[in-house]
């Protein structure tokens, strides 16, 4: 990858990406495919200077959360004055756009105060605000795909482009019955892909289409509804002459992108001429570069016909130019830039009624309410059901740590007690080192009991298979859960840490490895991997990256004793805490100062190391002081309830000596951030990033922040490496947020593990900051999709299906291993098989991937979530995750006449013959 310089075209790529709202059209030379992504600006780049533009994003968001509060208004909540049906009213009725944290405030807290009298415990409301956020960026990412994939990106029935209306409601209809059947068969995750690519067409047809134009002010009601058909009679005919020219008005240099040369624009404000002889205002809709039709077939633009037009859709300078898109509020951009909001309101409109149509279909609120994350009568949301997973190594030390290990589970279950409504806590035990097997419960001494019963191995060597176990334990636990590793042993397969990281990374766990004296009276073997040196920080070392990638911290415990101390790190990192608020795995620094803001609600500050604190106190002083649960040579444990203003502002950690050090927090306030890079696959020439991201590429950085977002301002966004240390800063003084989403472009991603930093200030003033709370480690090998092939494979019984990847190295040639595993530890369903599994790949090169799943099962289920699978591509030498990269796909085992089989069939694409008549290839 160093010797790769991004090109001028690569760099405009992206910088259009983002910028694509400016009112002009550049002169540079660009690939043309970029005029797909600005469609309604899927993601908000025109929010750098177009702030009132309306977005794929927004649509969705608003969409789902009207749906939402129309589920919450069917199923009252009596414990809140006034009613929440009122309350929610009250909320819809106001011109501030809803968010979810106003929405469920409203459901369970009496005068929509969450500071006042609520049906459920502010932890409670917190994760389910959290959960619902997630269910919305799932269907925002979906939303993206369309533009993004390599094949639905091309295809203009996709978009409603070039008038493709019957393949267009085809799709819209295919995509209701797939999300609906998935809801009913429990799966979430398919259906909330199949809302997103649905909304995206649906969105489209009132942007790219003459529907505004024909003076309607309603959704169109037949889009989208089954066994309704677009009437052929109202498509404007191939012959009949759709827009008139355009008006062309030019800029002079320089422009706002700093380029030298002129610019300029078309005005199409009165461009549609769709009146025939008879006076029948015909439906039409533009064509654009590089559009084909469900067959893969390239669609030219007839003469006389509309383009989509835009800065970067070449057929606009053919007749009729111009275009009718209205996209966004930006002229360079929308040709019918002054019908943008009017689409777009009518769009939000459209996709809020197919939701809810959708609702109808299913006609099961349980599911419906799971699939939004939502808790209604009888529903279990995900958010609900946490999860505690000890890994526990059965060799000789054994006996000395498990007092200890009893001990901070008789802390966690004291703990809980003092919970308002205890939390669903999923227990689970995996043993290591000897023999014993995975345990899970719900019931804390049934869990105590199983750790009473391990054997002790006879087994003394060291280091032991860790990795492994750890792995197990990822497969086992709910997603969120905190995985706690008690071990005295270093890892003898560290070489599995690649598969280990890319299961965290899917299932969102964090990792505490507490470790006591290495090795201590265990005969030493090699390790069965690179590393067989015992040097104690070398053997913690492993251990502390799988810690900083996951979001967790490693703690090298002296004492054992101080295990049972942990109880309240364990208790609060499964339950309350969701972001974090400071974090260092080694600086040199002995002073951290972290600001606390109003929507913070708890801090647990844990240092390990020979880092014991002299003071943790609030910067300026005060009456206030945490609570210490644990303070020993070498390890403390600090709690800031923060239960009024007095413990606002800043706060002073002095350390005595450098070591790890976290403040992880309960905050109503949270982020989450999207990397974008280039991809030759991709319509668009740029994906989002869904592995380990590719390090030293363009890269696009897109972050939301999440929860109680009033008045928040982002002010800076900075990349961190691993001892808090700053790798890159972005001042954001110019930078206008749509919503509350931000953006940062063209920049170099670091080569090192880093976590993200948000800094700004809330209404008050008051500083706020945020930090990531799990790492991301960019990679020289990248893994991804095989062009046009789906993440999901349905397979009938007793029949297999294969996926296909392609492999690429940005690195030094090296041996490169391909592995497959499931991401749930029951998933004995299928066989599976990947090849090749070992190659060796050349800098630059790139290499096909087939894995090939086979099912094992005769029986047709009913329903139940897919099974998720996860390849990963790990140099030889990798061990860091600096050379190994990682996707998810899933397997869904399909009755023989599912639906959702046929139709997935019925929406393919054949992928050669779009490829030759694109003339696409691999290229990097």
């Known amino acids: 990858m160093a010797k790769m310089t991004p090109t001028t075209q690569a760099i405009c790529l992206l910088a259009a990406a983002i910028c694509c709202s400016l009112p002009f059209a550049v002169s540079f030379t660009i690939n043309p495919s970029v005029d797909f992504f600005l469609r309604f600006s899927t993601r908000p780049f025109e929010a750098q200077t177009r702030p009132k533009s309306v977005t794929h994003w927004a649509m969705t968001e608003d969409a789902i959360l009207e749906t939402a509060a129309d589920l919450l208004r069917d199923y009252p909540n009596p414990s809140t004055e006034p009613s929440s049906t009122q309350q929610i009213n009250q909320l819809l009725s106001l011109e501030s756009r809803l968010n979810t944290h106003k929405l469920l405030s409203a459901y369970y807290c009496s005068g929509g105060d969450p500071e006042g009298m609520c049906s459920l415990p502010a932890y409670r409301i917190r994760r389910l605000v959290f959960a619902h956020e997630s269910v919305i960026e799932a269907v925002r990412d979906a939303n993206d795909d369309v533009d993004y994939d390599g094949v639905l990106g091309r295809t203009a029935a996709a978009h409603f482009d070039a008038e493709q209306f019957e393949d267009g409601q085809m799709r819209l209809n295919a995509l209701r019955s797939l999300a609906a059947e998935s809801i009913r068969n429990t799966r979430y995750p398919q259906a909330r892909m199949y809302v997103g690519q649905l909304f995206h067409t649906l969105q489209d047809f009132y942007s790219h289409s003459n529907w505004i134009e024909r003076g309607e002010t309603e959704p169109y009601s037949v889009l989208g509804q089954p066994g309704v058909e677009i009437p052929p009679e109202m498509i404007a005919p191939p012959d009949l002459r759709t827009c008139n020219d355009c008006s062309r008005a030019e800029e002079t240099p320089p422009n706002d992108l700093g380029f030298e040369t002129a610019t300029y624009f078309y005005n199409c404000n009165s461009s549609i001429n769709v009146i025939d002889s008879v006076n029948r205002n015909y439906l039409t809709s533009g064509y654009s570069d590089g559009g084909v039709d469900m067959s893969g077939v390239k669609i030219l633009k007839p003469e006389g016909k509309c383009s989509h037009g835009g800065a970067f859709d070449t057929t606009s300078d053919s007749p009729a130019t111009g275009g009718i898109n209205k996209d966004s509020e930006a002229f360079g951009v929308s040709p019918h830039a002054v019908l943008h909001t009017q689409a777009a309101a009518v769009a939000t409109r459209a996709s809020a009624q197919i939701l809810k149509d959708i609702r109808s279909d299913v006609d099961d609120d349980t599911k419906f309410a799971a699939f939004l994350n939502l808790e209604i009568p009888d529903s279990v949301p995900s958010s609900e059901v946490t999860g505690i997973t000890y890994v526990v190594d059965v060799t000789e030390g054994l006996e000395l740590l498990r007092p200890e290990i009893l001990a901070s589970l008789a802390g966690v279950k004291e ?510």
């Open 415 to 924: 703990q809980l007690r003092d919970f308002e409504q205890s939390p669903a806590v999923q227990y689970i035990l995996v043993p290591f080192g000897g023999a014993g097997e995975v345990f899970s419960t719900q019931d804390i001494d049934e869990f105590s009991s199983a750790i009473r019963g391990l054997s002790v191995s006879e087994d003394d060597d060291c280091p032991d298979p860790s990795i492994g176990a750890l792995i197990q334990a990822v497969q086992a636990s709910e997603p969120g859960s905190s995985i706690f590793l008690f071990t005295s042993a270093p890892p003898s397969d560290a070489s599995q840490i690649p598969v280990l990281e890319a299961l965290i990374s899917e299932k969102s766990v964090k990792i505490f490895p507490i470790v006591t004296s290495v090795c201590s009276g265990k005969k030493k073997r090699s390790a069965h991997d690179h590393h067989s040196q015992f040097k104690r920080e070398a053997e913690v070392n492993f251990y502390h990256i799988i810690a900083v990638y996951s979001g967790g911290q490693v703690f090298s415990i002296a004492d054992p004793s101080d295990i049972g101390g942990l109880s309240s790190l364990i208790t609060f990192s499964a339950i309350e805490a969701n972001t974090v608020l400071f974090q260092s795995s080694g600086s040199p620094s002995s002073e951290f100062i972290f600001p606390i803001d109003e929507t913070v609600r708890k801090v647990t500050v844990s240092v390990n190391g020979n880092a014991i604190p002299t003071t943790l106190e609030p910067l300026e002083g005060g009456e206030v002081s945490p609570e210490v649960s644990l303070e020993s040579s070498s390890t403390y444990i600090a709690a800031i309830d923060v239960a009024n203003s007095s413990y606002f502002g800043e706060w002073e950690l002095n350390v005595s000596s450098p070591g790890s050090v976290m403040a992880s927090a309960a905050s109503d306030l949270g982020f989450r951030y999207v990397l974008v890079q280039l991809d030759s696959n991709s319509a668009l020439g740029v994906s989002r990033s869904t592995g380990n991201p590719v390090a030293g590429f363009p890269t696009l950085l897109t972050v939301t922040v999440q929860g109680d977002t009033e008045g928040i301002t982002v002010e800076r966004i900075a990349f961190l490496d691993t001892n808090g240390n700053t790798i890159l800063m972005f001042e954001l003084p110019s930078v206008i947020p749509i919503g509350n989403t931000y953006n940062v472009f063209n920049f170099p991603l670091p080569p090192s593990t880093f976590q993200l930093q948000i800094t700004g200030v809330n209404a008050l003033g008051n500083q706020v900051s945020r930090i990531s709370t799990a790492g991301t480690q960019p990679s020289t090998v990248d893994i991804r999709l095989g062009p046009g092939t789906a993440n999901s494979i349905p397979i009938l019984p007793g029949e297999e299906g294969n996926i296909t990847f392609v492999l690429t190295n940005f690195g030094a040639t090296a041996n490169i291993t391909i592995q497959v595993t499931t991401t749930d530890l029951d998933s004995d369903a299928f066989n599976y098989t990947v090849s090749p599994q070992l190659v060796l790949v050349s800098t630059l090169q790139s290499v096909g991937v087939t894995v090939t799943v086979n099912s094992l099962s005769s029986d047709s289920p009913t329903e139940g979530p897919a099974v998720g699978f996860i390849v990963i591509a790990s140099a030889d030498d990798d061990i860091h995750g600096e050379r190994s990269d990682f996707l998810a796909f899933d397997v869904l085992l399909e009755e023989d006449d599912a639906p959702s089989r046929s139709t997935m069939q019925s929406l393919s694409v054949t992928l050669t013959t779009v490829l030759l008549l694109l003339g696409f290839s691999m290229h990097f």
